[in-house]
């Protein structure tokens, strides 16, 4: 009897496998004609200044506009899309999209874009930044690369190297989810950053949890002494962006500001929040 029922659930876990296996497969070969099919599409959400709120530039995030599933967020694809060679298509297509609506961009407003390790590992990334740049016309000094721990346990030499070849471009280096992976101190010492974003899980803590708070105003000071930028992510409240401003964090970004804008929300965005430079980009591209 006990070994008939072990078999049952032995074989419903299987069936289980088989088609979550089977759903990959699926989604793994609809994503192939996805980026030909102009299904990806990217959003935009607000980085802002601690002090005034007033937006310094944008990170792209990329959605999968899926005709029958509609909206998939880049955690159920990105993943699927890191285990064959789809993620250095879908990681040129998006730095070069991104850098082309940035180009037409109110002067000074940045663009953040997020790069997976195995698209980092896979290509030659400065060759890539400059393609796009060249294309889009972007200043290199209006672009941002994102990239999380995980990319720094291969090799760790080679990323060096890469990672400096981007940010001789002119590029802006920063490094995502700050805290939530391992040797993060050892790391921040050697390699080339420009900008630590903490992730969203010590903001939302820092709520109700004084210890949260210190590891915040520590990892404030560690920006402080190693003279790079330090970026909020995931901020909600009001009281989590003033205790934020209080101890020097230079850039916020969150629902509190907005959340990641589509391509009709993008440009009322602009009109309201940076009237007088996005009214002189439109004049200008009215007399050209
Ligand atoms: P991330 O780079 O840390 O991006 C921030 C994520 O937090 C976004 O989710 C954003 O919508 C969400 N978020 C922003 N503000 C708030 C807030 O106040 N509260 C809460 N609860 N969430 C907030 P999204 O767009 O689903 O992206 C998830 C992750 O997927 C990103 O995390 C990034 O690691 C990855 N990703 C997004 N776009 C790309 C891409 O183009 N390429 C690659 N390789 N990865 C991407
Ligand atoms: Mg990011
Ligand atoms: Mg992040
Ligand atoms: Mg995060």
Same mark, same amino acid.
């Given at each position: 009897?006990?070994?008939?029922?072990?078999?049952?659930?032995?074989?419903?876990?299987?069936?289980?496998?088989?088609?979550?296996?089977?759903?990959?497969?699926?989604?793994?070969?609809?994503?192939?004609?996805?980026?030909?099919?102009?299904?990806?599409?990217?959003?935009?959400?607000?980085?802002?200044?601690?002090?005034?709120?007033?937006?310094?530039?944008?990170?792209?995030?990329?959605?999968?506009?899926?005709? *029958?599933?509609?909206? %998939?967020?880049? @955690?159920?694809? =990105?993943?699927?899309?890191?285990?064959?060679? &789809?993620?250095? +298509? $879908?990681?040129?297509?998006?730095?070069?999209?991104?850098?082309?609506?940035?180009?037409?961009?109110?002067?000074?407003?940045?663009?953040?874009?997020?790069?997976?390790?195995?698209?980092?590992?896979?290509?030659? *990334?400065?060759?890539? %930044?400059?393609? @796009?740049?060249? =294309?889009?016309?972007?200043?290199?000094?209006? &672009?941002?690369? +994102? $990239?999380?721990?995980?990319?720094?346990?291969?090799?760790?030499?080679?990323?060096?190297?890469?990672?400096?070849?981007?940010?001789?471009?002119?590029?802006?280096?920063?490094?995502?989810?700050?805290?939530?992976?391992?040797?993060?101190?050892?790391?921040?010492?050697?390699?080339?950053?420009?900008?630590?974003?903490?992730?969203?899980?010590?903001?939302?803590?820092?709520?109700?949890?004084?210890?949260?708070?210190?590891?915040?105003?520590?990892?404030?000071?560690?920006?402080?002494?190693?003279?790079?930028?330090?970026?909020?992510?995931?901020?909600?409240?009001?009281?989590?962006?003033?205790?934020?401003?209080?101890?020097?964090?230079?850039?916020?970004?969150?629902?509190?500001?907005?959340?990641?804008?589509?391509?009709?929300?993008?440009?009322?965005?602009?009109?309201?929040?940076?009237?007088?430079?996005?009214?002189?980009?439109?004049?200008?591209?009215?007399?050209?």
């Amino acid at each position: 009897r006990a070994k008939a029922d072990g078999r049952s659930v032995y074989r419903f876990f299987e069936m289980q496998m088989d088609s979550e296996a089977r759903e990959r497969r699926l989604l793994e070969a609809e994503l192939r004609d996805a980026i030909a099919n102009g299904e990806l599409v990217l959003h935009y959400q607000p980085l802002v200044s601690a002090k005034d709120h007033q937006p310094t530039g944008f990170e792209a995030l990329v959605r999968w506009n899926h005709p *029958i599933r509609g909206l %998939v967020p880049p @955690a159920e694809f =990105i993943p699927i899309a890191e285990q064959s060679n &789809l993620i250095v +298509e $879908i990681g040129d297509w998006t730095i070069e999209q991104a850098c082309r609506t940035a180009a037409n961009w109110p002067e000074g407003l940045t663009v953040a874009v997020n790069l997976s390790a195995k698209h980092f590992h896979r290509s030659d *990334i400065s060759t890539v %930044v400059k393609k @796009a740049l060249a =294309i889009s016309g972007l200043d290199a000094r209006r &672009l941002e690369i +994102e $990239i999380t721990e995980g990319l720094l346990i291969d090799d760790p030499d080679a990323v060096i190297a890469k990672l400096a070849e981007v940010r001789d471009l002119g590029v802006t280096v920063a490094m995502d989810d700050f805290g939530t992976g391992y040797s993060s101190l050892s790391y921040l010492l050697k390699f080339p950053f420009d900008k630590i974003k903490i992730d969203r899980s010590f903001v939302d803590a820092a709520s109700d949890d004084e210890v949260a708070r210190d590891i915040l105003r520590a990892i404030a000071s560690l920006g402080k002494t190693l003279k790079v930028t330090i970026t909020a992510e995931g901020v909600e409240t009001e009281a989590q962006a003033e205790f934020l401003a209080e101890i020097a964090c230079h850039q916020l970004q969150g629902f509190l500001f907005a959340r990641p804008l589509d391509a009709v929300e993008l440009p009322h965005y602009l009109m309201t929040h940076v009237p007088t430079r996005a009214a002189a980009v439109k004049a200008e591209a009215e007399l050209a």
